[in-house]
């Protein structure tokens, strides 16, 4: 019996290119319309076709001062000689996104500059992990959120210690950021912040926006972690209506 052909729509679009497979087994190349890579194609006649989205981890290329684990999704710091931090090389100019980055080590006295968020592809971590130049941070020492460069006026998230988990809640069409401690943590400490109604946002400046995390320099302490989540697993925290669960590759 030969392998049937299935047609199947991968974000909109239909998938185009499928390697041979056998069938209930899974198809081991596809990629979809907009040429993004599908990681598993599974199909019997007349039965769907089930895929994986492809997500985006962290950029080795233009980390600093940091290790990352195998699969670039968990970034620790490495140096104190100064400000120092990984991103996604993945950028984006409009859409909606939600990740989450766990706060795996907090070491004591890890600095005032260390903190998760996302900022322009072009930012550096000194500018960011100082006051959010050019994107929008939290700092996990007291939970204050930054964004283009001043102190964004919210409450904040409270102090993060080992083991918590953030929610990131990027809205790149308003040009709002929201992060709360998930499950069920205030969005930026307001009681009215909301992603959803565009209430008690940071502000994001404009250009291309990717992920990005600091580590605090001069004075401050190594082995801090973070773990990201940009969508290959399940969330802690709720995913805001009309938000894409992860931040695609």
Partial sequence: MSTAVVTVASGGLPVVELAAGKLGLPVTEATNGRGIAVTKVVGKPGLPVVFDA????LDTATAAGVNLSADKLTVTNTSTAAETGT???VGKTSGKFYFEVTTTTIVTGGGGNTGV???TTSSTYTGMGTNGTSGAEVFVSNGGI???GVSSGLPGIGACTSGNVIGCAI????RRAWFRKAPAGLWNGSATGNPVLNDSGAIIPAGTIAPICTFDGSGAT??????YNLGASAFVGAVP???TAGWPA
């Avoid at 492809?54 to 981890?57: D, H, T, V, Y």
């Avoid at 809205?171 to 308003?174: A, F, K, M, N, Y």
């Fill in 117 to 119: 968020g996302v900022a």
């Fill in 87 to 89: 991103r996604v090389a």
């Fill in 54 to 57: 492809a997500f985006a981890i």
């Fill in 241 to 243: 209506a009309g938000f």
């Fill in 146 to 148: 930054y964004a283009s």
């Fill in 171 to 174: 809205d790149l069409d308003l």
């Fill in 222 to 227: 190594t082995g801090n972690v973070f773990t």
